[in-house]
């Protein structure tokens, strides 16, 4: 075959199977799926204005009624006067000695604490101990994680803090005073 005649075939080949591709495309009346987003997961901006989680902290005599006898309540520890805002246990707002009610919610409340680690609960009890000796407000959470060996662990904490900054700090200062390195965490 010629040289001429091979460019001719090759042409007229090509012509039709772009017609066969093309063609169909165009005289399809079919409707596409609609791929753009219908509609959206972002709920709608509030009607109400911001407020602040925080509330401020009453003072002692605030806390506690006038006629109400305080033979109950145990000494406090030195630690535990400086600052009056240090959680007794979970579930009783800020700076209430135990077994007292206030009108004032713990709901609200955020701050920074810093964790010591996880430990049984005599091991736990025993941190919390030596860390009050040295003048920190620790505590235990009262709610155990389960160990991967299926033991029950118990959370020692320093705290709470207002700031970030100033539980870095006491974490920096826990390193450096009682060889301990821990971490920081949102509070509650």
Request: charged share 30%; net charge negative.
């Amino acid at each position: 075959m010629e040289q001429k005649s091979k460019e001719r075939l090759t042409g007229a080949v090509v012509l039709i199977l772009l017609a066969v591709i093309v063609i169909p495309l165009l005289l399809d009346d079919t409707r596409r799926p609609d791929t753009g987003i219908s509609a959206t997961n972002i709920p709608e901006k509030p009607e109400e204005r911001f407020t602040t989680r925080l509330i401020p902290i009453l003072e002692q005599d605030e806390v506690l009624p006038a006629g109400e006898a305080t033979e109950d309540v145990p000494a406090p520890v030195e630690a535990e006067v400086a600052d009056a805002a240090e959680p007794a246990t979970a579930g009783e707002p800020a700076g209430a000695a135990p077994g007292t009610e206030t009108e004032v919610e713990n709901k609200g409340l955020t701050g920074w604490v810093v964790q010591v680690g996880s430990f049984s609960r005599g091991n736990a009890d025993k941190l919390n101990d030596k860390l009050r000796e040295a003048g920190y407000r620790s505590y235990v959470v009262d709610e155990p994680v389960k160990a991967g060996d299926g033991s029950l662990l118990y959370r020692v904490r320093i705290g709470p803090e207002v700031l970030r900054s100033e539980a870095l700090k006491l974490k920096a200062e826990l390193k450096k005073r009682m060889k301990l390195d821990g971490f920081v965490l949102n509070y509650p």
